[in-house]
């Protein structure tokens, strides 16, 4: 894996990008000078660009980038490999039948993801509410009421909301932004009864959850860290992997607790957009793992990030690996 390493000179400290690999059975190391002095964000997007045409003519191709800690080559390997198969394996399909693998594919994600929050909807009853809004629209009508729904039904409708607007956002290769972000919030706590004053906006009250003793920011502090994280994003999306790059944005957007409802399912769906637009299949967080799951996110509120890494990377190997039907 690429990495930053110092060399002294004559007492002198020097900085490099380096990569280390086997070619024709023998260990062979490749690296670009980066100069004493700690280098900038472009620089080394520079000096990683040439380091992969310096391995590329060995035939080695650089998997993980420099700023990467968790994600090493033998595991890239494996997301690579789990990626390319479920590539090939929509391939194979008809037009219709992968559209018919999104829609369970989805429909999996909206069960689950609500289901972590508490939600008893299963993944039939969940299909069975968005099919119901799918043949009013296509009826034709732009407007439609389902009558006698709840609240768990309506959170399910929004969750498909936001992953319809996700893939306009997708089409477009929309970057994140605080906008996009409250846009999609919005969209979430449609209609849900007593949240009406919280769509779409950052939390103006204090935040608990039952069980933890972790202190979230209070709410005049969470404009700035929001407008941080973003920046974070964009000033570290070309430098490391990502599938990690996905997983920390996921446990800053969380240990933020940015609004007052939906924080999980917005971090979820965050970063699953991520994960597609740097080309890594869309990744469930599957109900029957979610106590390891809450483990992860409450390491990431110290500010460990490795556990959920880890933990969202063995996610996509296995369940990319092996595609056949999400799981319902």
Known sequence: MSKIISRKVKGKKYLYLEESFKSEKKWVK??????PEKPTRQDLISAFNELKEKCEAKKHQVLVRPLTEFITNKKATELQKATENKKEFLKKLTQEQREEFA??????????????????????ETSKIIGQEKKIQEAGKKQFIITGINREEQEALNLKACLDRYDKYLKINQKITEKMILQLHYILLEK?????????????????????THEFPLPQ???GLMNQLTQWLEENEDLIHSVELAAKFHTKFTTIHPFADGNGRMARLLMNYILQQKGFPFTNIPLKRREPYMKTQAAGNKEDHKPFTLFLAEEAIKQHSETDKPSV
Request: a positive charge; aromatic letters at 14%.
């Open 221 to 223: 502090e969470v404009p």
């Open 192 to 212: 849900i009864s007593g949240y009406e004053r919280y769509q779409g906006i950052y939390r103006p009250v204090k935040v608990y959850i039952v069980g933890s």
């Open 30 to 35: 490749k690296s670009v000078y980066l100069g």
């Open 103 to 124: 829609r369970r594919e989805r429909i999996t994600f909206i069960t689950d993801s609500n289901a972590i929050e508490g939600s008893s909807l299963t993944y039939s």
